[in-house]
């Protein structure tokens, strides 16, 4: 199966990725925060560019000639996203600002739905933007938070999710990937599980996309939320994906320009999907540029992408595993490209700044996962997340940055 692979060409791939090829304190810059965003391939910088220079205009309102145009491209992407993940239809493709707003989105609103006694279901290795609009909504409702635990590696306790089951869960809300501890979720099983009950599932996806295509249809998930900043777009913009029928029986979110069908002031009758829930005028550029960036990673052979990435993931976690007192944190059997560490006697923070000096970008603290951080029982972590731009060479930086650091502290 291995040698039908093609191998990725990332000299060519970094070639496309502008920032990559800079200095940072005299140092060349090695991006290893690819889990907090990534950086922007060419085409999609000359996107935003061409939008602001040439085609800037309100969209959906215009009888004008830019109007259109903006129109028109903002749907086209919306087009390419749909595709991009096999979703039904593209009015199934709501814009939102992010993951999080996707998850508020469907906190508030679905949460509306939703009663006393009601149960929801999250895990451990949430992300705060998977936990805090349940928590907010379960003391709106009085629903019921509860959370699937996981293993020393980092895996979930599937027997607790399926005890926790029951004709009260009305929501199941799980990361596909972990940010923090790279775990990959057996969400299909996940999905499946909670639909014999009658439950919904939602897929935090900030952190799928990039490493392996996703498809609605296959996965049947009732809601999946994303970023683009994440997937090599712009910042400010998201997708929240859901299914036509449960998105039909959900209440708008906001109120506004573009959601309405007609307004007066006994009463106000309410668009069709998607404009249902996108109130305002939107990130037009945003959008329009993310789906340049689907453009870009539908011409990537993304085996090849996942091939890569696991051997940089394996190659990093071999070497860290030299380094005396070193502690992974986060070593499930199915892992993407993230390796989260301690170093014994030092601060994750002293890592990270002295990696920086270095010129090596990674991430240090929580990762916005502090419960999980308690049951690791740890303050943080360094993360070094790769993206398909990144090299074994890099990784060598990397070490010998990362030993050289732990001497100067230990
Ligand atoms: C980054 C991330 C989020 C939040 O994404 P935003 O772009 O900040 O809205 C949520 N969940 C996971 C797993 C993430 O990695």
């Known amino acids: 199966m291995n040698e039908t692979i093609v191998k990725l060409d990332v000299e060519k791939i970094r070639s496309e990725f502008p920032t990559l090829h800079q200095e940072v304190y005299g140092k060349p810059l090695i991006y290893f925060d690819n889990g907090a ?33 903006a129109t028109e491209q903002y749907e086209e992407a919306r087009k390419i ?51 805090v609009p349940w928590q907010m909504l379960c003391e709106r409702q009085g629903c019921v938070l509860k959370v699937i635990p996981i293993n020393e590696k980092g895996e979930l306790k599937m027997d607790v999710f399926e005890s926790f089951l029951s004709d009260k869960t009305k929501l199941v809300s799980v990361t596909h990937i972990s940010n923090t501890l790279g775990t990959i979720n057996p969400i299909k099983e996940i ?10 599932v939602l897929i935090d996806g900030a952190q799928s996309i990039q490493h392996a295509k996703v498809d609605m249809q296959e996965l049947d998930c009732d809601f999946f939320a994303f970023s683009g900043h994440k997937v090599f777009g712009p910042t400010g913009v998201g997708i929240l994906y859901g299914k036509k029928e ?44 993310l789906g340049t960036a689907f453009e870009y990673l539908n011409n990537l052979d993304m085996e090849a992408v996942h ?18 007192g070193i502690r992974l944190i986060g070593t499930a059997d199915k892992k993407t490209s993230v390796v989260s560490f301690v170093v014994e006697g030092t601060h994750p923070f002293d890592i990270g700044t002295l990696l920086d000096k270095q010129g090596v ?7 916005c996962t502090q419960p999980l951080m308690d049951i690791f029982q740890i303050p943080g972590t360094v993360r070094a997340s790769f993206a398909f ?10 070490i010998t940055a990362l030993k050289r650091s732990v001497n100067m502290l230990l």
């Open 37 to 69: 965003t990534a950086q922007k391939p060419q085409s999609v910088i000359d996107a935003v560019a061409k939008y602001y220079s040439k085609d800037n205009a309100n969209i959906h309102r215009g009888v004008h000639h830019l109007s259109q145009v």
């Open 81 to 131: 996203i749909q595709k991009a993940i096999n979703a039904p239809t593209s009015e199934q493709v709501l814009f939102t600002k992010g993951t999080t707003d996707g998850i508020n989105l469907v906190a508030y609103s679905y949460g509306q739905l939703l009663k006393a006694g009601d149960e929801i279901i999250i895990s451990e290795m949430e992300h705060h933007s998977n936990i």
């Open 191 to 200: 999905i499946e599980k909670a639909h014999v009950v009658g439950a919904k």
């Open 246 to 289: 449960v998105l039909d029986s959900m209440p708008p979110y906001q109120g506004g320009g573009d959601m309405i069908a007609k307004v007066t002031f006994e009463k106000t009758t309410y668009n069709e999907l998607p404009h249902k829930f996108e109130a305002g005028t939107p990130n037009i550029a945003g959008g329009i540029c």
């Open 307 to 324: 091939a890569h990435e696991q051997e940089l993931l394996e190659y990093a976690e071999s070497e860290l595993k030299k380094i005396n």
């Open 361 to 367: 970008a990674v991430r240090t603290g929580h990762h």
């Open 389 to 398: 731009y990144n090299t074994k060479e890099e990784i060598d930086v990397f």
